[in-house]
Antibody, heavy 126, light 112 residues
Framework: EVQLVQSGAEVKKPGESLKISCKGS????????IGWVRQMPGKGLEWMGI????????RYSPSFQGQVTISADKSISTAYLQWSSLKASDTAMYYC???????????????????WGQGTLVTVSS | QSVLTQPPSVSAAPGQKVTISCSGS????????VSWYQQLPGTAPKLLIY???KRPSGIPDRFSGSKSGTSATLGITGLQTGDEADYYC?????????????FGTGTKVTVL
């Protein structure tokens, strides 16, 4: 059974750093993309970025490039999303999700999110 | 700000049909597969449709997807109270060199 288990809720102050995790099991972790999705309170889904643990290929949405860092440790089947300096506007639910890879003649990319983690609520408040 | 536009809400009576549109451009829907997700209140999203019109195992055939040009559509027939949720389309966007994913603005389905 495929499972993505995310780390627990976090309460942080503005300016603090944070790294949340997503551990995959039940499938070949290095053969699927892992993506991160933000959902601010009462709002829609926002695609943040994605990593292919097999070769660490990482893609970011222009909206999140430079704002967060996505990484993965394939030795423990875990992906990470981190901030160096949190803002109140980072308060949101963050989901990780796995994605099969699709390839064109020139590159590979994430196709769709088939399995999702339970979400990690990040609250940033002074 | 999402590049995929969906209607904010649709509604219908139990047993009826609703359709949700997702409008994009040639850099996303026009040249990539579309997927659809259902998000029930307080839960993580769930994949409903992938590769424009395929259903994962366990998704009833009341849910269907289609794509034409730069738009896609999700259809739900035999509407049930349990279908009340937010629905999102998603696809890849190739407008930048590395590419990135995008979601639609989301549509709330209400069963009257």
């Amino acid at each position: 059974e495929v499972q993505l288990v995310q780390s627990g809720a976090e309460v942080k102050k503005p300016g603090e750093s944070l790294k949340i995790s997503c551990k995959g099991s039940g499938y070949s972790f290095t053969s699927y993309w892992i993506g991160w999705v933000r959902q601010m309170p009462g709002k829609g889904l926002e695609w943040m970025g994605i990593i292919y643990p097999g070769d660490s290929d990482t893609r970011y949405s222009p909206s999140f490039q430079g704002q967060v860092t996505i990484s993965a440790d394939k030795s423990i089947s875990t992906a990470y999303l981190q901030w160096s300096s949190l803002k109140a506007s980072d308060t949101a639910m963050y989901y990780c999700a796995s994605s099969p890879s699709d390839c064109s003649s020139t590159s590979c990319y994430s196709s769709y999110f088939d399995y999702w983690g339970q979400g990690t609520l990040v609250t940033v408040s002074s | 700000q999402s590049v995929l536009t969906q209607p904010p809400s649709v509604s219908a009576a139990p047993g009826q049909k609703v359709t949700i549109s997702c409008s994009g451009s040639s850099s996303n829907i026009g040249n990539n597969y579309v997927s659809w997700y259902q998000q029930l209140p307080g839960t993580a999203p769930k994949l409903l449709i992938y590769d424009n019109n395929k259903r994962p195992s366990g998704i009833p055939d009341r849910f269907s997807g289609s794509k034409s040009g730069t738009s896609a559509t999700l259809g739900i027939t035999g509407l049930q109270t349990g279908d009340e949720a937010d629905y999102y389309c998603g696809t890849w966007d190739s407008s930048l060199s590395a590419g990135h994913g995008v979601f639609g603005t989301g549509t709330k389905v209400t069963v009257l």
